[in-house]
Structures are given as structure tokens and as C-alpha cells.
């Protein structure tokens, strides 16, 4: 079983629909939590880091973190033909010595 | 801004060539990596470097080196290029004891080898 599982998509939705990206994992020693995005030919950028169980919210962007089922997810709201890109998760444990990346969920949203 | 740059965005090297790929960062960040990104596989660590002349092996090292002689710049060697090799290879930073947390990624060069 892998440490992180990533569904790849393609993931493909209208102009204004609400997205749902999502990863699962298996390690309970992680305690951090990120998401990346990667657009076409770009390197990552980070694009929200939180810790242990909850919500965090960022303009149209939430992450939220379910540390009982081993489950994060990041919620676009309003998603906008800008927001096409790669999604990857990551994860961290306490210590920072283990580290793991999602392999992606590719996003495409249609004007 | 943290500002990585890469030293090529695309190469095309032949079958048993060396291959040096570079990276430089302008923000004074202790930690560097080196990873390769391939599709269905995500990003895999080859190397990073948590100081000048430090390197630590990462998940697939094998038929890599690299080098840190200065803090801002991190080296990648392919000692004797193969085809499956050919990647894209992003290079990174981070500051902090948090060494893998809040990664800054350069643009990343594709390395096609013949």
C-alpha cells in the first residue's frame, strides 16, 4: 500500500462549480499537511500548509483534514479556468523526517 | 520573492553523456533538493542538501551525484546518461529544521537522452 494515494483524475468541471480534491493515507504519524499547485510546464507552488485535524481557509480555496479517517481534501469554490493545473498533496510527519507527495489530480475547469 | 531558477528549461543529451543540471536560489535557504517528475509517478526525491558540502541521499539516487560547493547553488550529475533518464527534473528549496515542509520549486528542465 502506498503512504499517500492521489486519485489522478482527469478531473474536468464547469466555470463557477465547486471542486473536490482529495487524498488518502495510510502513515498516522503525519501531522502536516499541503497542498501544491503545478500548472503546464511550471514548477509546484505551495498553495496551503496545515496542521493536525481541521479546516483552513484561504480565499476560494479550503483544506480540511480528517486525521480519524486519514483523509485531507482541498475544496475550490467559485473554480475559475485559472485553477487549471496539477493538485498534489503532501504530508509530513512531527519529527519533519518523513515526507511524502500525492502524485497529482489533474484539474480542468471549462469556461 | 524566493527566486529558483534552473539553468535550462529543455536539454537533449545522448546515451552515455555526462550531464550537469543547475540550480540557483537567491533567498538564502539552507535545504535543496533534486527531483524527478514522471507521469503516474509524482515527484521522487533523488537528492537534497540541508548545508554547504551536506547531501543526503533520497528515494532513487542511483546513477546521480550531486554537488554544493556555495550555499545558493545545487548541482545535478548524471555521471553517464541512460534513456530512462529522460525526465523532467525540478530543483527546490526550504529554510528551517522543517527540512521537506514549504518547498519553493525552480521551473523545472526537461532532460530528453538519446
Not at chain 1, 15 to 29: F, H, P, R
Not at chain 2, 9 to 34: A, I, P, S
Amino acid at each position: 500500500q502506498k503512504e499517500v494515494e492521489q486519485d489522478p483524475g482527469p478531473l474536468s468541471v464547469p466555470e463557477g462549480a465547486i471542486v473536490s480534491l482529495n487524498c488518502t493515507y495510510s502513515n498516522s504519524a503525519f501531522q502536516y499537511f499541503m497542498w501544491y499547485r503545478q500548472y503546464s510546464r511550471k514548477g509546484p507552488e505551495l498553495l496551503m500548509y496545515t496542521y493536525s485535524s481541521g479546516n483552513k481557509e484561504d480565499g476560494r480555496f479550503t483544506a480540511q483534514v480528517d486525521k480519524s479517517s486519514k483523509y485531507i481534501s482541498l475544496f475550490i469554490r467559485d473554480s475559475q479556468p485559472s485553477d487549471s493545473a496539477t493538485y498534489l498533496c503532501a504530508m509530513s510527519s512531527l519529527s519533519g523526517n518523513q515526507f511524502y507527495f500525492g502524485t497529482g489530480t489533474s484539474l480542468t475547469v471549462i469556461p | 520573492d524566493v527566486k529558483v531558477t534552473q539553468s535550462s528549461r529543455y536539454l537533449v543529451k545522448r546515451t552515455g553523456e555526462k550531464v550537469f543540471l543547475e540550480c540557483v536560489q537567491d533567498m538564502d535557504h539552507e535545504n535543496m533538493f533534486w527531483y524527478r517528475q514522471d507521469p503516474g509517478l509524482g515527484l521522487r526525491l533523488i537528492y537534497f542538501s540541508y548545508d554547504v558540502k551536506m547531501k543526503e541521499k533520497g528515494d532513487i539516487p542511483e546513477g546521480y551525484s550531486v554537488s554544493r560547493e556555495k550555499k545558493e547553488r545545487f548541482s545535478l550529475i548524471l555521471e553517464s546518461a541512460s534513456t530512462n533518464q529522460t525526465s523532467m527534473y525540478l530543483c527546490a528549496t526550504s529554510w528551517g529544521d522543517r527540512v521537506f515542509d514549504e518547498q519553493f520549486f525552480g521551473p523545472g528542465t526537461r532532460l530528453t537522452v538519446l
